[in-house]
């Protein structure tokens, strides 16, 4: 299977051994760059060489205790500084005391979320800028997903969203606030079925991106028509070639199918 991550920068989280350490192989085999995070020096950069053997583009082990938020940053840091910024992140630190409500302490419930909670939170949140330069280095717009969001507060985002990407989908959009973005954005195309407004940022180039493949959206009726316009509307402004099916008509019931 090629999932399109040659040379792509994959910094896995809690990567020593088990589940992590598999994901990592799995991604070394995709011929991907690979940056392993693990508590055990001797762990970590075992499977680095592992990885290179299953033909990653480049690997390396990272001592690290990802509890700690600042050994966390420091990892992060060093795997965008050796690889030039970070496309993939993966978090699989975790493990918790043995036991029911009634025996587990408040220590113990504490350590829990400390292990499989705020390590995720906080490597998300630190990798969150090479994340993002990495998705408009290929192509990927900004979005807004408008439910729950005040038309005044769309407009707001999308003005500081817009300062930086080339491109901003308005997503599950009213009338109302597709004719307040519309208004503010002339150039804006809305999507009446899919629920989309799509804006262009003219002053910024926009990324070549060719895609391998195509994607089908297949609708099994019309009470499906908006999802599922919403998904082909999205995907081919993410660049993907988009073909559409429609639902065929089914023979009514107790009526035999037509031979052939």
């Not at 809690?14 to 589940?19: C, D, F, N, P």
């Not at 029911?100 to 113990?108: H, K, N, P, R």
């Not at 998705?135 to 969203?161: M, T």
Request: aromatic share 2%; hydrophobic share 45%.
């Amino acid at each position: 299977m090629d999932l399109g991550l040659t040379e792509k920068c994959a910094l896995l989280i809690g990567a020593g051994r088990g589940l992590g350490g598999a994901a990592a192989i799995s991604l070394a085999r995709e011929h991907a760059r690979v940056a392993l995070v693990a508590r055990t020096r001797e762990d970590v950069e075992a499977r680095a060489r592992e990885c290179l053997a299953a033909g990653a583009a480049d690997a390396i082990g990272i001592a690290a205790d990802a509890t700690d938020p600042a050994q966390l940053d420091a990892a992060i840091e060093g795997a965008a500084s050796r690889f030039g910024g970070i496309d993939v992140l993966v978090t699989l630190v975790g493990g918790s005391q043995p036991g029911g409500t009634a025996e587990l302490s408040q220590s113990d419930w504490q350590a829990a979320y400390e292990r499989n909670l705020w390590p995720a939170v906080r490597a998300s949140r630190s990798a969150l800028p090479y994340l993002a330069q990495s998705a408009l280095r290929r192509g990927f717009p900004e979005v807004i997903y408008c439910p729950g969001k005040s038309i005044e507060h769309i407009l707001e985002i999308s003005d500081k969203l817009l300062q930086r990407s080339h491109k901003l989908i308005a997503t599950r959009v009213t009338p109302e606030i597709s004719a307040a973005i519309s208004a503010e954005h002339p150039h804006a195309v809305s999507h009446e079925t899919a629920r989309i407004v799509v804006i262009r940022n003219t002053e910024i180039d926009s990324p070549a991106v060719t895609l391998a493949g195509s994607v089908l959206v297949v609708a099994a009726g019309t009470a499906d028509l908006p999802v599922a316009e919403e998904a082909a509307v999205t995907a081919s402004e993410m660049s993907s070639p988009v073909r559409r099916s429609a639902p065929r008509a089914c023979p009514a019931a107790g009526t035999a199918p037509p031979r052939r």
